[in-house]
Each structure stands twice: as C-alpha cells, then as structure tokens.
C-alpha cells in the first residue's frame, strides 16, 4: 500500500515537471509565468523527494512486498546498508541519480533570485531532462514493482562486495557529481535559447560547476580507493572502460572550469566554454548509457536489457543532438569580440583546452573502439594501459609544461619570457637537480618516468615558491588555482614513484615456512577456517619481518557468501607512509602450499591524497568571497 | 573552415549514437552459440549419484546436456532455470565436470536435482571430447547427434531464441 503511494509521488512529480518544461518554453516570458515556473518547481521536487523518502523507509522497514527492495536488501543487514542497498543495483540506483538531477536544480530554483528569464529556461530544461528519465524509471525499470499477494519473508541480500562504507557513498558522490553538471549545461543552452550576447551566464554557474566537480572528483576518488583494497585488484587505476566513462566527464569538467574563468574575465573563448559545458553533460549522460545498457562487460555494469539500452540511447541522443544543433545555429552570437594575445593567460588556457579535448577524444577512442572492432570483425580486442599511457604520458609532460610557463602570464596582455628570474630558473634548476639524484639513488634510465617526475617537480616547486612569497612578501596568488595544481604535480611525482618503485610477486608458500620477498621475511603462521552468520571464510596469519627488525600481522582472507555464492577476497595491507604492504590469498595447490599474493605499493596514499587536495582547492573557491 | 567546425561538432555525436544503436539492435547473434552438427562421443563414465557405469548408448534418444560444477558460479546461477526446464519435462542430462564427487551431491541436495541423469567426470574425458572450454556449456542433442552447442549461462532469453527455434523444428519433448 505504501509502495503505492511513493509511486503515485513519482508520477504526479513527472506530471508537474512536464507542465514546468512546457511554460518555461512555450510561453512568452513575464513575472507571472516565471513566478508559476519557480513554484511549480519546487512542488515538483517536493513529491519526487517525498516519494524517496518513503521509499528508503520501506527499505529500512524490510519491506519485502517491494520486488527491488526484496532483492537487493535482507533484514539482518545494518540499517546503513540497507539504505545504501537502494543504489546498489540499477532501478534504485537510476532513482536516486533523477532525486539528485532535481535536488540541483532545486537548490538552483531557490537561491537565484535574478535574471528571470535565463532562470525560467534553466529550469524548463531541467524539468524536461527529469521528465525523460523519470519515464525511462517508470516504463523500463520500475523500482516500485511489488510481489504480490505474498511477500517472501526475506530477501536476497547485498551483493557482499557492496557491504563497504567506502562504496556505500562512492555511487551517491558521483552522481552529484553527474548530474550536478546539469546546470551549467541548462543555462548554457538557455543562453543560446534567448540569443542575448549580453547575458553574463558565466558567472552564474562558476560556483555550481565547481561543486559538481569537487563531487566528481571525490566519487572518482572513493571508487579508486575502494577497488583497491576491496576487489583485490592491488592498484588505484585499471582504465576499466566504466573508469573512463567517469574519467571523461572530469577531464571536460576540468577544461570547463579554465575555460570558464577566460570567459568570465573577457567574454572570450566563449564558443570553448559553452561546448564544454555541453560536452560535460552530455559525458555524464554517456557514461549513464554505457553502465545501464550492459553494453560493455564490467564490474559495473548492471543487468543487461536491451529495451532500456535502446530507450536511454533515443533520449541521451535527443538531448546531445539537439544541443549541439542550437549551439551550432547561435554559433554567430558567441563569436569573440576580441582576438587573443600570444602568451597571455587565455592563450594558455585555450592551450589547455586542446590538450584536454585531445585527452578525452583518446579515451572515447579507447571505450568505442573495442566495440566498433567486434561489431566489424567478430573478434574481442581490449586497449588497456599501454594505449592510454602512450598518449596520457606525453601529453600530462607537455601540459604540465606549458602550465610552468603560465603562471607568469597576465590577463589580456602578452608577456616577455625570461628565463633568469629567479622562480623559473630556481625550479627549473632544482627540478633537475632531483630528478637526476633520484636517476641516481634507484638506479634508472626509464626516461618516461624521469621526465614525468621533471614536469611534476617543476610544478610542485614552482608553487612553493608562490605560496612562500605570498605568505611573506604579500604577493597576490589564486589559493585555488595554487593548491589544484600543486596537488596536480604532487598527483604525477606520486605516480611516478609508484610504477617506479612499485613490485608485486605471487609466493606459494606452506604453512609454518619462512619465505623472503624483497627486505621482508614472510613466515606462514596459521590458516583457519571460519563460519559467519552469511560468509565462509578462509583466513590466513602470516608473521611479516622487515630489515629493521619490526614485526606485524597480514591475514588476507577469502570468502564465499551463501545467498549468491559469490567468492571475494580479503585485502590484508600494512600501511607506512610511504609505502603500503598488500597481501591477498589464491588457491591450495596439490602440494600443500597456498599461493600468496605479496605487493609493494609506493606512495599509492599520495595518490588519493593529491587527489583529495585538488577537492579542497575546489572547496576553497566555493567559500571564497569573490569571482576567480 | 567554420562550416569544417560545425560539420565536427555535429557528425562526432551522431557517428556514435548510430554506432550505438547497430550495436545494441544487433543482438539476434549470440557469440556463444554454435550449430554446427556432430555426433556425440563414444564415453564410458561412471553415475554421480551410484556407481553404475554408463556410455552413449544409455541415453535418451533426444536430450538436453548441460555442463556444471559445485565450483561454477555462473552454474549457480543458470541453476533454477533448468529446473524449471525440468518440471516443464525436458530432459536434461548432466555432466558433472572436474569436480569431487561429495561436492557435486551436496550441491544437488541443497540446490534440487534438475537432472534426469548426472554422468561424473571427474578427469573431463568426455568433456574434453566434446570440445568443452568451461562450465557451464549446454548441448541439444537429437537422435544421437548433438544440434545446438551454447557456451555460458542459459536463461529464458537464450532457451527461446537458441534452442526453442531448433526444437520446435524438429517437433521433439
């Protein structure tokens, strides 16, 4: 009966959102209308959450009459989980992606309080975008499907690898990001709709792009970190082809959020920054379709249908094509009104935003190609990271390079380059200083790694020597701009030193025997057997000794869940500081001794703490008082 | 040069969603289906259930083979179909592949038999004969001569579009 009454929510919102789209865009503009659009709005969103209110408390009430809640949640779960089993399979998943697209919007619809017209648009847009997939939930996957008469007593249980606090707000976080990317994406084209060169849209959504983007990189982030010690997979990076899709929606982000600031400062490189912002959505909006329509085979991916792939293609399709069409018929309006000066700070920024469109075509190349192959050839290619380094490498190296060289640019005006002031030359210097004592001190000639250790060095030292002169001479530095890119070259050194000095073996080793891996002495102290309440473990105890003499425990385990029979395995890692040990158990072979995987992962925290830096630079720029 | 521009921006996206769309639509193949026609392999196996001993010409006439393990998730999850297979009355044999015999019993006493027969092979003799990559792989074999082969998982989608054709052909169960 409940069920009921949140799936009648869901509907009468859909109705209201329909209504709010069709003022917004078929009436002529006054206060009455946007007046009427606001209210219809927020009503709108007020059913919608309502009806996931409800929804998450049938969840956290076993109520198994509900088909998705009774197949993805079971009552001996904790009632984290069991809130967090609405998004661990693809109908409450794609709720809750459409309750966030809303929740945006809604926050967009209470707190602009200015430019009317442009907001009426916004909002129209929003609602009609909400209203395809609000359809999309409600024909093809309708998370309020209830088994009737009789609903079983309990239900199918989580998908164990799910049943992890990190993962459990990983999918939530990145959906903010997603669908976050909608405003900018709406005003763009509302911008376009009314035709007015004059509208200063740009400014609006600095702030807005920002937060979605901290989100992005936070769900990025998480999911990295979960794969890690979770899924046994013993690295922070896989290009699994759901990586990219979330990959290329940052990496547009990212080029939105420079491109932004040029067209916020001088109206110029506006034709960049209004198909970036289209490109951000619209890869969002990809990366929905890839991971729903079971297209490519993942860890991500949810259950294949082929009516849902076809129906989010036709709707992902109107939306990007239509965009593209208006932006591509108002092209003239957005012509810049001033030409850009050589070495200025928007030449550089028009620089980066070549790099990373190039970026992004790759790793699209890199999703569809494998695809396009088999659909030509019958045959099953991958691309993987050789691919992906071949063209990240060199291009991070010479982006990185051109963004030593900017920070000295002005706005608007070209500048003289000289080499002998003391910042460049002092960094460049040491730079090299360090990267050939590092040559040295381990012993390498991987010029690949060498050089991406220069491009990170030269940034990171670079901006130390900013941040020290405006902390003592006062002088004026961008605290976001600083704290993204010092963490972007801190991000690269971390990466280096990992492939550098990172090592990994498998041992077979029996119980009660000693093997040495590396400076560590590894003795197989125990396995045992252990019975849970849903979970048969193996657990193993190995007694780890470094050179120093210091002693510590590693028990990776494996473990085999009853309800599903899945088989997952037990990360066991020691953390340092600058390295963590990694140990996963494999099989029993005839002979007695197990196989043991033993990891040596440098700086891999440094990673997700650059990562989580570049976050904070964003949080920086939200509470900040003015426009950057 | 700005015609070049937006003849890009707009063909980059449709080239892709067509793409998309041939891919999605071209599903009538399935990649682990195969019909080539072949007789079944002469065997000499034991019964996982008892140890009486079995070969070719103990079997039905026509029937359904399907290749699992206690080991075998995905056989874990093929597993209810068949037995709804099997309360329809369909006839399916199953090869019991590389696995302990004890294991292979408990299975089926806490998941239900859907097998008629279980040949036990626990060397992958005859599932080496058969050209068997993995578990679980099913087989429709009519007068002796195996019609349909289908590696992976079958489930209502597969049984209707891989093997119902066949069967309703040749008007058998």
């Known amino acids: 009966m409940i069920v009921e009454v949140s799936h009648f929510l869901s509907l009468l919102a859909t109705g209201l959102f329909f209504l709010v789209g069709s003022f917004a865009l078929l009436t002529k503009p006054s206060v009455y209308i946007s007046n009427l659009i606001t209210r219809t709005y927020s ?173 992005l990189t936070i769900g990025i982030t998480l999911g990295s970190w979960w794969a890690y010690y979770e899924l046994g997979w013993g690295g922070y990076w896989f290009w699994d082809p759901v990586e990219n899709v979330a990959l290329m929606p940052w990496l547009a982000a990212t080029a939105f959020i420079h491109s932004l600031s040029v067209s916020i400062k001088s109206s110029n490189l506006r034709i960049w920054t209004i198909l970036l912002s289209i490109s951000v959505f619209s890869l969002s909006l990809f990366g929905a379709f890839i991971v729903r329509s079971g297209i490519i085979d993942s860890v991500h991916s949810f259950a294949n249908d082929p009516e849902r792939g076809l129906y989010l293609l036709a709707f992902i399709g109107i939306i990007i094509v239509s965009s593209m069409s208006l932006f591509v018929a108002r092209l003239s309006i957005i012509k810049p009104s001033k030409t850009i000066k050589r070495f200025s700070k928007e030449s550089f920024i028009s620089i980066n935003n070549i790099f990373f469109g190039a970026l992004i075509f790759s790793v699209m190349l890199g999703v569809t190609y494998p695809l396009i192959y088999e659909f030509l050839f019958d045959q099953k290619i991958s691309v993987g990271a050789p691919f992906y380094n071949a063209i990240f490498i060199p291009m991070i190296i010479l982006a990185c390079i051109f963004m030593f060289f900017s920070i000295d640019s002005k706005w608007s005006r070209s500048f003289n380059f000289h080499f002998f002031i003391a910042p460049i030359s002092l960094s460049v210097i040491s730079s090299i200083i360090t990267t050939l004592l590092i040559s040295y001190i381990f012993d390498t000639s991987n010029l690949a790694i060498l050089i991406s250790l220069f491009a990170g060095f030269i940034v990171v030292y670079r901006y130390v020597i900013e941040i020290m002169n405006s902390l003592v001479m006062k002088k004026y530095l961008n605290p976001f701009s600083a704290i993204a890119h010092f963490a972007l070259g801190l991000l690269i050194i971390s990466i280096s030193f990992n492939s550098l000095l990172s090592s990994e073996r498998a041992l077979n080793i029996k119980i009660n025997e000693f093997e040495e891996y590396k400076d560590l002495k590894i003795f197989f102290k125990d396995i045992k057997v252990l019975k849970n309440s849903n979970h048969d473990s193996i657990e193993a105890t190995f007694v780890l000794e470094n050179q120093k003499g210091r002693t510590f425990d590693l028990s990776p385990e494996k473990r085999r869940y009853f309800t599903r029979g899945q088989i997952t395995t037990e990360t066991a890692i020691f953390i340092m500081p600058l390295k963590d040990i990694y140990m996963t158990i494999g099989d029993q072979l005839d002979d007695g001794s197990w196989i043991v995987n033993i990891q040596i992962n440098y700086l891999i925290r440094w990673i997700w703490f650059s990562a989580g830096l570049m976050a904070f630079a964003g949080m920086v720029l939200m509470f900040s008082k003015r426009n950057i | 040069m700005k015609i070049v521009f937006k003849f890009i921006v707009l063909i980059l996206p449709l080239s892709l969603i067509f793409t998309f769309y041939f891919l999605l639509t071209n599903n009538e193949s399935y990649p682990g289906a195969d019909y080539d026609v072949f007789d079944i392999p ?43 297979l099997s309360k329809k009355g369909i006839p399916v044999v199953g090869l019991n592949y590389k696995d302990e015999k004890e294991d292979g019993l408990e299975w089926i006493e806490r998941y239900g038999n859907p097998y008629k027969t279980i040949l036990y092979d626990y060397k992958g003799v005859l599932a080496m004969d058969l050209g068997v990559t993995g578990a679980p792989e099913t087989f429709l074999i009519i007068d002796g001569k195996i019609v349909v082969r289908y590696q992976g998982e079958v489930n209502e989608l597969i049984w209707n579009d891989v093997f119902l054709p066949v069967i309703e052909s040749k008007d058998i169960f």
């Open chain 2, 42 to 84: 002469k065997f000499e196996l034991g019964n996982l259930n008892n140890d009486k001993t079995l070969n070719e010409s103990s079997l039905d006439k026509d029937f359904i083979l399907n290749v699992w393990a206690s080991w075998c998730i995905t056989c874990r999850v093929e597993h209810p179909y068949l037995m709804s």
């Open chain 1, 43 to 215: 009503h709108g969103f007020l059913f919608l959450i309502a009806s996931f209110s409800i929804y998450v408390w049938l969840a956290i009430t076993d109520n198994f009459s509900v088909q998705y809640i009774a197949s993805h949640s079971n009552s001996q779960l904790p009632t984290f989980y069991k809130i967090s089993s609405i998004w661990s399979a693809h109908e409450g998943s794609m709720f809750l992606w459409i309750v966030f697209l809303s929740l945006w919007g809604f926050i967009f619809n209470i707190t602009i309080k200015n430019d009317q017209i442009l907001k009426s648009n916004t909002i129209g847009i929003i609602s009609l975008i909400l209203v395809g997939f609000l359809l999309f939930l409600l024909i093809t996957s309708n998370p309020f499907q209830t088994i009737l008469p009789i609903a079983p007593l309990n239900g199918a249980d989580i998908n164990p690898v799910l049943q992890d606090p990190a993962l459990a707000i990983h999918p939530p976080t990145l959906y903010l990001g997603y669908v976050g990317f909608v405003i900018p994406f709406a005003c763009a084209l509302s911008f376009l709709i009314n035709g007015d060169p004059g509208i200063k849209w740009e400014s609006l959504i600095q702030k807005w792009s920002v937060a979605a983007w901290i989100f």
